[in-house]
């Protein structure tokens, strides 16, 4: 079955340390995201990318990065400059075009203390 | 980015409808979507309507768009105790594959 496969569910890190969570999809899909989704503030855009080697800070990028070396990968990993990187992260994939959806991954849950 | 917003929370009786509303910001977007998210998991799809179209019903579910008031609603008919989850709507922006979500209802159904 084709799918979004986020690896691992739950996660945890000591504060200072960088970490990097996985993403990987067999949908063929060109596009993929990352969300972050904290209780009451719905889903915010981390980074895209529309192509291989190429991807686009969304609106809280500070303090992630990510790489996109192959169609089917877009880990992203959290820097020790994150603030606040306790949340739950989301991937999602897209094809091109006007009526694409996104389709999501189950989610990690990254837990810094 | 947008803004997009959506009551946090809402509650109903099993049997009865219920009534999601979403307001959203940009008049250029193409698309406008429902996702259901379950306790600890990824976001499912419901539902869609595209920008030019009013009402799109779809089994329990009818959306309705009023494009003038940049109003989205979707309504579930019927509900049960397994609609319980949190919903999402989502605009789909006109230039490039951003999309933008509310911030999410969390929908409790009581038996």
């Known amino acids: 079955d084709g799918g979004i496969t986020q690896s691992p569910k739950y996660l945890f890190r000591k504060e200072g340390q960088n970490v990097t969570l996985s993403c990987e999809q067999n949908l063929n899909h060109d596009a993929m995201y990352w969300y972050r989704q904290d209780p009451g503030q719905g889903l915010r855009l981390i980074y895209y990318?529309?192509?291989?080697?190429?991807?686009q800070k969304g609106d809280i990028a500070e303090g992630y990065s990510v790489s996109r070396e192959k169609k089917e990968s877009f880990p992203l990993t959290v820097t020790s400059a994150q603030k606040n990187p306790t949340a739950f992260y989301l991937c999602a994939s897209s094809i091109q075009g006007p009526n694409s959806p996104l389709h999501f991954g189950n989610g990690t849950r990254l837990t810094v203390t | 980015g947008e803004d997009v917003e959506q009551s946090l929370f809402l509650s109903v009786r099993e049997g009865d409808s219920s009534v999601i509303n979403c307001t959203y910001t940009?008049?250029?977007?193409?698309?406008l979507y429902w996702y259901k998210q379950e306790p600890g998991a990824g976001l499912q799809l419901l539902t869609y309507?595209?920008?030019?179209?009013d009402m799109k019903q779809d089994q329990r579910l009818t959306v309705l768009l009023n494009k003038k008031d940049k109003h989205l609603s979707l309504r579930i008919a019927d509900t049960q105790t397994g609609d319980s989850a949190i919903y999402f709507c989502a605009e789909r922006m006109n230039t490039g594959n951003q999309f933008y979500f509310g911030t999410g209802t969390s929908l409790t159904v009581i038996p």
């Open positions: 309507i595209f920008s030019n179209m």
């Open positions: 940009d008049s250029s977007s193409t698309y």
């Open positions: 990318s529309q192509i291989v080697n190429d991807f």
